[in-house]
Nanobody, 117 residues
């Protein structure tokens, strides 16, 4: 069964940067034609959508990350990225990628992002 695999998380100081990557666990499964989103879930909170990108490249961001995060996709690599700059302690969460809004694929393990103050 296809899963999405997230990577690139880590521990960073406030103001630092990380780039997250998202790819399918099975290389023949293409996410290039799928509207995708990056979600995050902090302890005790519900999972929230932070950034999205349509199959055509249109992007959208939550107010909390607007101007700091950039979502992109590399169709040659069948991968979606989340560039995170000017990180804040409140960005600490497990980050996941998946389809946008509906028809979710099985959720992956996510990648932990921890921002220290």
């Amino acid at each position: 069964q296809v899963q999405l695999v997230e990577s690139g998380g880590g521990l960073v100081q406030a103001g630092g940067s990380l780039r997250l990557s998202c790819a399918a666990s099975v290389s023949i499964f293409s996410i290039n034609g799928i509207d995708m989103g990056w979600y995050r879930q902090a302890p005790g909170n519900q999972r929230e959508l932070v950034a999205s990108i349509t199959w055509s490249g249109r992007t959208n961001y939550a107010d909390s990350v607007q101007g700091r995060f950039t979502i992109s996709r590399d169709k040659a690599k069948n991968t979606v990225y989340l560039q995170m700059n000017s990180l804040k302690p409140e960005d600490t969460a497990v980050y996941y990628c998946n389809r946008l809004y509906t028809n979710f694929l099985p959720w992956g393990q996510g990648t932990q992002v921890t921002v220290s103050s």
